[in-house]
């Protein structure tokens, strides 16, 4: 079946612009993750959304990063007033249903949307 | 706190040779580990995960990790590498739903 899918691919952007990142998680997946991948460093977690469960939003580096999931399903992640420090591939995964502690379901990530900032 | 080492940041194999790839993990209980392959362009794909029993565990593509509690690590291995192999590969450990990632190693693949 299809994965997860995001959009768009790559981004490119001027400072101070917003943009919207979309993810398209794996029908059914009830569970979506947005990871940021900055240039020689790991994954960071940014926000964790299960079922109609508040979101860990507790990853989010400013109050200038956003996401919501509508309907459980399409996840958007806004980033206001675009800095160059904001430049990274953001990825997007989704599992069947979220982990709890002393558990963990397998996280399928999409390709990523690659954010230049100018 | 949970966190992955990856003390390499560029590997370079020959093909045919064999791959070994460190990681170091901190985590507070018993962790969950896995190892993750991203391509070019290419999202993560799960090559292959530890939670208990068993500490050699096989994997997709042919790798193999081994867990050590004593020294904290979960090293990836291939006895012979293809030249498909060449990728960033990343380290991880978690419970839960949250995964802390290793800034990555990337293997270069030579004829």
């Known amino acids: 079946g299809a994965g997860v899918s995001q959009s768009p691919s790559n981004k490119v952007t001027e400072k101070g612009k917003d943009v919207e990142l979309r993810c398209d998680p794996i029908s059914g997946h009830t569970a979506l993750y947005w990871y940021r991948q900055s240039l020689g460093q790991g994954l960071e977690f940014l926000i964790y959304?299960?079922?109609?469960?508040?979101?860990?939003k507790s990853g989010l580096p400013s109050d200038r990063f956003s996401a919501e999931r509508t309907g459980g399903s399409v996840s958007t992640l806004t980033i206001q007033r675009t800095q160059q420090e904001d430049s990274a591939v953001y990825l997007c995964?989704?599992?069947?249903?979220?982990?709890?502690?002393?558990?963990?379901?397998?996280?399928?990530f999409g390709p990523g949307t690659r954010l230049t900032v100018l | 706190a949970q966190s992955v080492t990856q003390p390499d940041i560029h590997i370079t194999v020959s093909e045919g040779a064999s791959l070994e790839l460190r990681c170091n993990y901190s985590?507070?209980?018993?962790?969950?580990l896995f190892w993750y392959v991203q391509s070019p362009g290419q999202g993560l794909q799960l090559l292959l995960k530890y939670f208990s029993g068993d500490t050699l565990v096989q994997g997709i593509k042919g790798f193999e990790a081994e867990f050590k509690r004593s020294q904290s690590s979960f090293n990836l291995r291939k006895p012979s590498v293809h030249w498909s192999d060449a990728a960033e590969y990343f380290c991880a450990v978690g419970g839960g739903y949250k995964l802390s990632f290793g800034a990555g190693t990337t293997v270069t693949v030579r004829a």
């Open positions: 959304f299960q079922g109609n469960s508040a979101p860990d």
């Open positions: 985590y507070g209980a018993t962790p969950y």
């Open positions: 995964a989704s599992s069947l249903v979220g982990g709890r502690p002393g558990s963990y379901n397998e996280q399928f």
